[in-house]
């Protein structure tokens, strides 16, 4: 009984979709369309056009869609181990990110400082290659001030 409705519905869809648009002209010289023309009439039976096929978006979905079927255990397994190992790249990829970042910073912390203390007028000592300690003339001071402000720039820039 089923199989009967469905096969009834199945049929009767099917007919309208083939359904054809007709034109023709009437008596008072007006062209007229539909899908049942009146007795008598010169008929001319309009092609519709069928509809475009979709071009895929991208290589991933014609890759799916010109695979058939369920995909197998190991093709899924082989995915699963694909996004495993991009996301291990991506976490990588952020961590590293972050560690340069969080290394610049500190970086461009240390040149400011340098700078406040070369600019703060306090007597800069150095030590020698003998060990002994010496102070910072002013233009030893205006040196080290150039490199530092180079420095800021650097690392803060």
Do not use: F, H
Request: charged letters at 35%; glycine letters at 8%; hydrophobic letters at 30%.
């Amino acid at each position: 009984m089923k199989n009967t409705l469905l096969l009834l519905i199945g049929l009767a869809v099917a007919g309208v979709a083939q359904a054809q648009i007709k034109c023709w002209t009437g008596a008072d010289g007006k062209r007229a369309c539909g899908d049942a023309p009146p007795p008598g009439a010169k008929v001319t039976t309009l092609k519709l056009p069928s509809a475009p096929e979709a071009a895929p978006d991208s290589k991933g979905a014609a890759a799916k869609d010109a695979r058939k079927g369920p995909l197998t255990p190991a093709e899924r397994e082989q995915e699963y181990r694909k996004r495993q190992a991009e996301a291990q790249k991506s976490a990588a990829k952020g961590e590293q990110e972050r560690q340069d970042a969080e290394a610049k910073r500190e970086n461009c912390e240390r040149s400011r400082e340098m700078l406040r203390t070369i600019e703060s007028g306090q007597r800069l000592q150095r030590t020698d290659a003998k060990g002994e300690r010496y102070y910072l003339d002013d233009t030893q001071r205006e040196q080290e001030a150039g490199k530092a402000r180079q420095l800021v720039q650097q690392n803060c820039g």
